[in-house]
């Protein structure tokens, strides 16, 4: 049990390092193909063919792993208004108020789901191509939602997961009054 443990925290932690290196190549791509696309277009007057829509679909793709990215950092997920105002002074309203968040986003992630995976199926029978490059097939972003949306999913379990089990030690360990 405590192999699998660690076979799964290991897993854990390349996952979340890969998204991270494709968040970086992500923002550094779509940065340097505006940079490129802005130089031809305004200093030598020549502008690339394609190259705008290359750059959003590298963005689109940079900001789907930078949704996965910043649920498993726990970054973005609720407004925290309520919590600074009435819960910074209870440990324990502050673990279930946590736990509370991401069993909503969890819920609605979930009842987003059928949605994409539709979405996903219909681009993968029926594929899409590019409007300036023909062959270009573009089903790739309907698939990528589905998929981000899968790893959102999954990163959402994980912290759950530990919420609970954080509000359910604070229950019985009988942290504050």
């Given at each position: 049990?405590?192999?699998?443990?660690t076979?799964?925290?290991?897993?854990?932690?390349?996952?979340?390092?890969?998204?991270?290196?494709?968040?970086?190549?992500?923002?550094?791509?779509?940065?340097?193909?505006?940079?490129?696309?802005?130089?031809?277009?305004?200093?030598?007057?020549?502008?690339?063919?394609?190259?705008?829509?290359?750059?959003?679909?590298?963005?689109?793709?940079?900001?789907?792993?930078?949704?996965?990215?910043?649920?498993w950092?726990?970054?973005?997920?609720?407004?925290?208004?309520f919590?600074?105002?009435?819960?910074?002074?209870?440990?324990?309203?502050?673990?279930?108020?946590?736990?509370?968040?991401?069993?909503?986003?969890?819920?609605?992630?979930?009842?987003?789901?059928?949605?994409?995976?539709?979405?996903?199926?219909?681009?993968?029978?029926?594929?899409?191509?590019?409007?300036?490059?023909?062959?270009?097939n573009?089903?790739?972003?309907?698939?990528?939602?589905?998929?981000?949306?899968?790893?959102?999913?999954?990163?959402?379990?994980?912290?759950?997961?530990?919420?609970?089990?954080?509000?359910?030690?604070?229950?019985?360990?009988?942290?504050?009054?």
């Amino acid at each position: 049990m405590a192999q699998m443990k660690t076979l799964l925290r290991s897993m854990q932690s390349l996952l979340h390092r890969v998204e991270l290196v494709w968040c970086i190549l992500g923002l550094a791509g779509c940065t340097l193909l505006v940079f490129v696309q802005v130089i031809n277009r305004w200093l030598i007057r020549y502008p690339l063919m394609g190259i705008g829509d290359l750059a959003l679909y590298v963005f689109v793709a940079f900001m789907l792993i930078a949704a996965a990215y910043t649920t498993w950092n726990e970054g973005h997920i609720s407004v925290d208004f309520f919590r600074d105002k009435f819960l910074w002074h209870r440990p324990r309203g502050l673990s279930v108020h946590k736990a509370c968040m991401v069993l909503i986003a969890l819920a609605v992630a979930l009842s987003i789901l059928p949605a994409t995976h539709r979405f996903m199926a219909a681009a993968i029978q029926y594929p899409q191509y590019g409007t300036l490059v023909r062959w270009f097939n573009t089903s790739w972003l309907q698939i990528m939602v589905f998929v981000m949306l899968a790893l959102i999913l999954l990163h959402l379990i994980v912290i759950a997961q530990r919420d609970i089990r954080n509000v359910i030690h604070q229950y019985r360990s009988g942290d504050e009054a």
